[in-house]
């Protein structure tokens, strides 16, 4: 299928040499004035035939019937509604976008549509958090969740020295939250749901979190969830129950080896991690696009929009805290 790719930062670099392995060719780009060089040339390495600067135009194209969108927080929902009114299919990098109520009027427009919106968020995809899911019931009754998401961003020391950069630019909706922490989100909320209770403990540097703590509160267990870009630890993730706990020593969005040990010293192990983060989403994304069937992209969207009204919630808790 083709695709057209807007935005060219690190994410889009790391998904075009995945993209032909998962079903995908890409046939168009669309940057800023600015990045408008990088984007041909990144076309020509490519082999696609449209490079722009111009979005309107870009999607007045006839060559994909499919946009991927890789910008900026903050342009999120404009571009992808901009898209949807095109007729275009639509995979969006996380988050959604940064207010529910937007997220919900993309998610009712897409329906309307009748066209695919998928939230790009590996995590969900992965076949090691599926099998975490599946062994999710061993544990018994569930007590503890910790997430810990944490790494010490290249960015800071310039964000430190005072240039604004995107990711740690409030108007651009960066911080670690949105970053990192988001991962954190969609790894609990599909295992347990929507919390009673959720708030946000922010530590704030020129008006934007460079970490922070978020906690989870369930009807019969706890959980927190830590992200920071401003200082480093080894990424933690442990689900503790009344019979054993889950536990994986890498981050949520690439999810490594899972393992569960049980109160009665048995242990398993199990790790079917991709070559590449990446490819497991892009491959359903083209199964399920491919095959017209839109009920599960609608039922991703319901988890989509739960994680929306939860970061909409926070967000309120750390403008209290600037």
């Not at 075009?16 to 060089?37: D, N, V």
């Not at 529910?100 to 992965?126: M, Q």
């Not at 749901?193 to 403990?201: E, N, Q, T, V």
């Amino acid at each position: 299928m083709k695709i057209g790719i807007v935005g060219s930062g690190s994410i889009v670099n790391e998904a075009l040499p995945l993209l032909s392995e998962c079903g995908w060719e890409p046939a168009a780009m669309c940057g800023t004035k600015r990045s408008f060089e990088k984007v041909q040339r990144i076309c020509r390495e490519y082999s696609m035939e449209y490079a722009s600067c111009d979005y309107v135009q870009f999607l007045q194209q006839k060559s994909f019937d499919i946009v991927y969108i890789a910008v900026p927080n903050h342009l999120h929902y404009v571009m992808t509604k901009q898209a949807l009114e095109a007729g275009k299919h639509v995979i969006l990098e996380k988050p959604v976008t940064t207010k529910y109520e937007e997220a919900k009027e993309l998610a009712e427009l897409a329906r309307e549509r009748n066209l695919f919106l998928f939230e790009a968020i590996s995590t969900l995809y992965l076949p090691n958090y599926g099998k975490l899911k599946e062994w999710l019931p061993e544990v018994g009754e569930v007590k503890i969740v910790s997430c810990n998401f944490s790494q010490y961003s290249r960015r800071y020391d310039r964000f430190k020295q005072g240039e604004i950069l995107p990711v740690f630019d409030p108007k651009n909706a960066g911080g670690a939250l949105m970053d990192l922490n988001v991962y954190n989100l969609h790894y609990v909320v599909e295992l347990f749901g929507a919390p009673k209770r959720i708030s946000y403990l922010p530590n704030i540097e020129r008006d934007i979190d460079t970490s922070g703590v978020l906690t989870l509160q369930y009807d019969t267990f706890q959980a927190v969830s830590i992200a920071a870009k401003d200082c480093s630890a080894p990424c933690s993730y442990v689900i503790q129950g009344t019979k054993g706990y889950l536990m994986q020593a890498t981050p949520a969005n690439s999810c490594g080896e899972i393992v569960l040990r049980k109160n009665d010293g048995t242990e398993k192990r199990f790790d079917a991690s991709p070559a590449h983060r990446l490819m497991s989403e892009f491959r359903l994304f083209a199964k399920e696009i491919g095959s017209g069937n839109r009920v599960f992209c609608y039922q991703q969207l319901e988890h989509t929009l739960i994680v929306a009204d939860l970061l909409t919630r926070v967000c309120s808790d750390k403008m209290k805290h600037e």
